[in-house]
């Protein structure tokens, strides 16, 4: 009310230099003090009406104060318990997917993610806490509820300056273009149900240690790293695989893609159950607000001996999307026949939105593994329905081998080709659909007659809400 009390005063001081500016005569003089002082005989009016307002309000007054009260009461207990700074947000995905392998339907919601993940279907939430001084201590649980590892991330990040953090605890790996969850929001998200094959298969999963994050040049380049374990539920002693679907070679005995009959195929990528310890470290140049460029390395040693390098972008604008990967890595004792494995991958992602809700989209991965029998860093001989391993020569499962030691000599390679849409229904709800087809160099893939084949299919339909 003062305010507009100082309004109306000003208005009628404005009055009198206009008054004096245009009075030529004595009589129009007159004229105008007289139009004058009626106007002001108004202003004064509505002036009372103004005051006689302010007192009236008292008890609204008192209201607001009451209610500042609350607020401020409200936000102390927050405090005291612990609760201010914390956000919970999360996604589920319900997914059903059919795949010409297995000839089976599947149908999920609370999966983990990993190369033999080939439908979809995630219960994911997540609590996220700032510190209540503002600067920022903050910490990340992440939970995957159904899932054989129901933690995802367990994680802080301690402010050192403004361009500084301390970083430390479990955090999934931060190599690649491409997030763990089929998420709207872009830190998290993947527009895809599946995954790409470097992401599944020639990567890891996880790191448990400390580093430190700086940001840099204004914001526009970023670079973090830690020490420590990874992955150690690979940290396990030499395992051996007893074959099955042996195919005779006439003169020399039986063999598969897993070896002779006398002589089983034994990894050894881990020689004890020691902790492997892992330098991990990722850069990022921001070009401007729709393009970056990445490097990731992965380097680690005392039991499993490994190195990945990746460099991945990113370009977004309009209505256009596109991303791509390249990786190499290596890891001792890893591969098919004993000795080191070694992959290179390629991946690109491009996604177009023909209108604004309805985005189509294209990927295709690569992955050659044809050293020492086949291995890569997450796939080590265990499964036949990813496509790697051995070379399979024919649809009974024989493969190239060596005469002395039953191993086999060629590993094969994969080729993934993604096609899908993503619909977006409304702010926090996608409708997506997928079809994947999955190629083989040899005849990799056991069909469920125990045949093998060189190609796999898979089709998929998800419904996904984010909060």
């Known amino acids: 009310m003062r305010f507009q009390k100082k309004l109306c005063v000003i ?131 992440r939970l995957l509820p159904g899932a054989a590892s129901i933690v995802h991330e367990a994680s802080l990040s301690v402010p050192i300056s403004k361009t500084q953090r301390l970083i430390a605890g479990y955090m999934p790996d931060f190599q690649g273009y491409e997030y763990s969850f089929p998420h709207s929001t872009p830190s998290l998200g993947n527009q895809l149900i599946t995954h790409n094959a470097l992401f599944d298969l020639a990567g890891a999963t996880a790191y448990t240690g400390a580093g430190m994050a700086y940001t840099l040049a204004g914001g526009s380049v970023a670079f973090k790293w830690m020490l420590g374990n990874v992955d150690g539920g690979y940290d396990s002693a030499s395992s051996t695989y007893s074959p099955t679907n042996y195919t005779e070679v006439e003169g020399v005995g039986t063999f598969n893609q897993y070896g002779s009959e006398t002589n089983p195929l034994v990894l050894f990528a881990a020689g004890s159950s020691v ?52 990786t190499v890595g290596q890891q001792a004792r890893a591969a098919a026949n004993g000795g080191d494995a070694r992959w290179t991958g390629v991946s690109g992602f491009v996604g177009y ?48 081998y060596d005469a002395n030691t039953g191993y086999a000599t060629t590993g094969a390679n994969l080729t993934r080709l993604t096609l899908g849409t993503n619909y977006q229904v409304n702010a926090n709800t996608q409708w997506k659909t997928e079809y994947r087809l999955d190629q083989s160099s040899g005849y990799n893939f056991l069909l469920d007659d125990g045949t093998f084949s060189k190609t796999k299919s898979i089709w998929g339909t998800s419904l996904v809400l984010s909060f």
């Open 275 to 326: 902790k492997s310890v892992a330098l991990a470290y990722r850069g990022d140049w921001y070009v401007n607000d729709s393009t970056y460029v990445g490097l990731s390395g992965l380097h680690g040693s005392v039991n499993r001996n490994f190195s990945i390098i990746a460099v991945d972008g990113g370009y977004a604008r309009g209505d256009w999307q596109i991303n791509g990967q390249m």
């Open 353 to 400: 939105r023909i209108v604004p809700r309805l985005q189509l989209m294209a990927r295709a991965d690569f992955i050659e593994n044809r050293s020492n029998g086949g291995g890569t860093y997450a796939y080590n001989g265990g499964s036949n329905a990813i496509g790697l391993g051995p070379e399979g020569l024919d649809s009974s499962g024989a493969i190239a």
């Open 11 to 141: 208005a009628i001081a404005s009055l009198f230099p206009v008054a004096s500016a245009l009075a030529q005569t004595s009589a129009d003089t007159r004229k105008e003090i007289d139009a004058l002082k009626a106007q002001l005989k108004v202003l004064q009016e509505k002036l009372e009406a103004l005051s006689a307002a302010t007192g009236d309000a008292s008890p609204l007054s008192q209201q607001v104060n009451r209610l500042e009260q609350k607020m401020d009461l409200a936000e102390n207990v927050a405090e005291a318990s612990g609760f201010s700074g914390m956000k919970i947000n999360g996604v589920i995905e319900a997914a059903l997917s059919y795949n010409d392998i297995g000839r089976s339907h599947e149908v999920n919601a609370t999966s983990g993610y990993a190369g033999t993940n080939d439908y979809g279907g995630f219960g994911m939430v997540q609590i996220t806490k700032e510190s209540q001084d503002g600067e920022g201590v903050d910490w990340t649980l």
